[in-house]
């Protein structure tokens, strides 16, 4: 089993997947949607044999690998005054009614952080637990949000939300996958891993 916060399993474990199965058609692998603080609480007790976490940290008993890069860009409504420009600067989200991850996820700090060093305060208008709803949010123009591109793929094809890069320069999040230090990976989880290191 492997466990993932939502942004990634949902958008970005399909890949890794697929190829998995190709190679070893007859693995089963269970994918859970966590929240961060969950996915280590399930390596470290064993419900799960990997883990996929944003910004990871370390934890006692637990060893992180690093992942991929995920990029962060700004996501809007289609035709929303800040898609005016092909880039657009921290500076320009002040004032602006944002949608936020919860206060406790590692993205939302993340975020506050790079505001925070380029002067920008945000009031988040709405606070939520994962991606999906705060797209959702963002398709009905509450707001706007910085979320992993890779994320909103479907919708800016479908013409539903509209992405901008920061003129600031690039702003991403690293990954990292979560094993148990003590704990000796089956043929199947270590397969799991292989496929995820070979990106």
């Given at each position: 089993?492997?466990?993932?916060?939502?942004?990634?399993?949902?958008?970005?474990?399909?890949?890794?997947?697929?190829?998995?199965?190709?190679?070893?058609?007859?693995?089963?692998?269970?994918?859970?949607?966590?929240?961060?603080?969950?996915?280590?609480?399930?390596?470290?007790?064993?419900?799960?044999?990997?883990?996929?976490?944003?910004?990871?940290?370390?934890?006692?008993?637990?060893?992180?690998?690093?992942?991929?890069?995920?990029?962060?860009?700004?996501?809007?409504?289609?035709?929303?005054?800040?898609?005016?420009?092909?880039?657009?600067?921290?500076?320009?989200?002040?004032?602006?009614?944002?949608?936020a991850f919860d206060r406790d996820a590692p993205t939302r700090k993340a975020i506050e952080r790079v505001l925070k060093g380029?002067?920008?305060?945000?009031?988040?208008?709405?606070?939520?637990?994962?991606?999906?709803?705060?797209?959702?949010?963002?398709?009905?123009?509450?707001?706007?949000?910085?979320?992993?591109?890779?994320?909103?793929?479907?919708?800016?094809?479908?013409?539903?939300?509209?992405?901008?890069?920061?003129?600031?320069?690039?702003?991403?999040?690293?990954?990292?996958?979560?094993?148990?230090?003590?704990?000796?990976?089956?043929?199947?989880?270590?397969?799991?891993?292989?496929?995820?290191?070979?990106?």
């Amino acid at each position: 089993a492997l466990s993932a916060i939502y942004s990634v399993g949902l958008h970005e474990m399909q890949p890794y997947v697929k190829r998995l199965l190709q190679k070893h058609p007859r693995l089963s692998v269970r994918l859970n949607y966590r929240r961060s603080a969950q996915v280590y609480e399930d390596v470290a007790n064993g419900a799960s044999d990997l883990g996929v976490v944003a910004f990871p940290s370390a934890q006692p008993g637990l060893t992180i690998l690093p992942f991929k890069e995920d990029t962060l860009a700004l996501v809007m409504p289609s035709g929303h005054v800040l898609g005016q420009k092909p880039r657009v600067s921290l500076k320009a989200l002040s004032g602006v009614d944002f949608i936020a991850f919860d206060r406790d996820a590692p993205t939302r700090k993340a975020i506050e952080r790079v505001l925070k060093g380029a002067g920008v305060e945000i009031r988040p208008t709405q606070e939520m637990d994962n991606v999906e709803t705060i797209k959702q949010a963002v398709e009905l123009g509450l707001g706007v949000s910085i979320l992993p591109r890779m994320t909103v793929n479907k919708e800016v094809e479908a013409g539903i939300l509209e992405v901008r890069s920061f003129a600031d320069g690039n702003i991403s999040r690293p990954l990292g996958i979560v094993l148990r230090k003590d704990r000796f990976l089956s043929r199947a989880a270590g397969a799991v891993l292989e496929a995820l290191q070979e990106g």
